[in-house]
């Protein structure tokens, strides 16, 4: 950053404390716990912007990242009751499903054709669904679009599929990656704090849980990806001791392709009387975590969940990645009134999306490996 900027920062009234943050981020030095708290407090929308950019260029430059993927959602049976869920179902209640290994083949198979590169697969807990059933649907999906790469399970699945195995998680995991699992999604970390995790999700995989299983696929070579829901009874502490948490996990393994912050949304579900955040929030939250998650390469925003014009809105504030062409797949976030009831989007779109504000669009694989940079 230049000291013009700096100067302009200070004309208008930006305080000591925050100027020692800017110096620090502009500096590539990271940032304290005390001083991500004090930027979500105090700093404005447009300083924020500015740190926030400048760390993803340090990491990204101006790429913005998308890729060809399709959602598949097997079931949403679900032994776990997450106050914050509009989708679970329990076995035989209307609106449940639970799709056939064949089913979820020919799913995959409908969409070979279209060019997609990766396969997202993320469920409910099935109480009878262990970890060989589901080494087996991606086995076969595999033997009919060898080359797509795939993508599947939160933590909480996996703990739960090993567990109704009787396996232990690193065995579980050694059973999906041989069968062709190349890395996990982030979904299931919700927020770490254990007072606010025993009130939002009592039962799901605890906080350390949630945690060890990350680093036990990163040590096993399966990179993947966290979350913060967020927006939900929490305050900023409890958001940075998150982030500080995913920060100091990823220090040790490495193994963190990519951070997704997944907006609160609040229909049909017990806590609909919970406002949502507003935009402003969300940007702020996007900034924050792209400048003290200074370790984990890649921000994505999620626009199935918070709408194609506020993820176009987030590239102005951190964020490299905007996910995937999905199509009409996933129900997680259109059930709980997400922005985009239908969620899809052509390659073409999100290129639009991505040079409309400025970057450079890349097509990517799942591991992040450039397909096309245009
Ligand atoms: O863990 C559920 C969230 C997650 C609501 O890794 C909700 O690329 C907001 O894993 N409001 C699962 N969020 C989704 C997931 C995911 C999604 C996108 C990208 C990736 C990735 C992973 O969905 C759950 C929970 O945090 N969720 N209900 C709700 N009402
Ligand atoms: Fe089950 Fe996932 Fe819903 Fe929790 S969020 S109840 S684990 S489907």
């Known amino acids: 950053m230049t000291s013009s900027l700096f100067a302009l920062f200070e004309q208008s009234g930006v305080s000591a404390e925050l100027m020692k943050i800017a110096g620090k981020v502009s500096a590539g030095e990271r940032i304290t716990t005390m001083e991500g708290e004090l930027l979500f407090r105090d700093a404005s929308l447009p300083f924020l912007a500015v740190l926030a950019d400048h760390v993803r260029h340090r990491i990204n430059g101006k ?4 890729n060809r993927n399709i959602h598949l959602e097997p079931t949403n049976i679900c032994v776990n009751h997450c106050a914050f869920c509009s989708y679970r179902r329990k076995k035989g209640e209307e609106g449940c499903w639970e799709f056939g290994i064949d089913e979820l083949v020919k799913m995959a198979e409908s969409h070979a054709l279209s060019g997609i590169t990766e396969i997202h697969i993320v469920g409910g807990v099935h109480p009878d669904r262990d970890v060989y059933f589901y080494a087996d649907l991606i086995r076969e999906i595999k033997k009919i679009v060898p080359t797509v790469q795939i993508k599947a399970f939160t933590a909480v699945e996996i703990d739960a599929m090993c567990r109704f195995a009787s396996l232990g998680i690193r065995e579980g995991l050694i059973l999906l990656q041989e069968a062709g699992l190349v890395s996990l999604p982030g979904g299931g ?5 254990e007072t606010l995790r025993a009130k939002i999700c009592p039962d799901k995989t605890d906080s350390e849980g949630w945690l060890n299983i990350h680093r036990t696929a990163h040590k096993l070579g399966i990179p993947t990806n966290s979350t913060m829901l967020y927006g939900l009874l929490e305050g900023y502490s409890h958001r940075i001791d998150h982030l500080n948490r995913l920060r100091t996990l990823q220090d040790e393994t490495g193994g963190f392709n990519a951070f997704i912050p997944l907006k609160f949304r609040h229909y049909n579900n017990r806590f609909s009387y919970v406002a949502e955040q507003t935009t402003v929030e969300d940007l702020k939250n996007y900034a924050v975590s792209r400048i003290f998650l200074d370790n984990i390469p890649h921000l994505k925003a999620y626009w199935p969940m918070i709408g194609k014009q ?13 996910d995937g062409t999905i199509d009409d797949t996933t129900k997680i976030y259109s059930m709980a009134g997400s922005e985009e009831q239908s969620p899809a989007a052509t390659t073409g779109q999100l290129v639009d999306m991505i040079r409309g504000a400025g970057f450079v669009p890349v097509e990517r694989d799942t591991l992040y490996n450039v397909i096309r940079s245009t």
């Open 310 to 322: 506020v993820a176009q809105l987030s590239l102005a504030f951190g964020v490299d990645d905007l």
């Open 189 to 193: 970390a919700e927020i770490f704090d």
């Open 63 to 66: 790429q913005v990242f998308y």
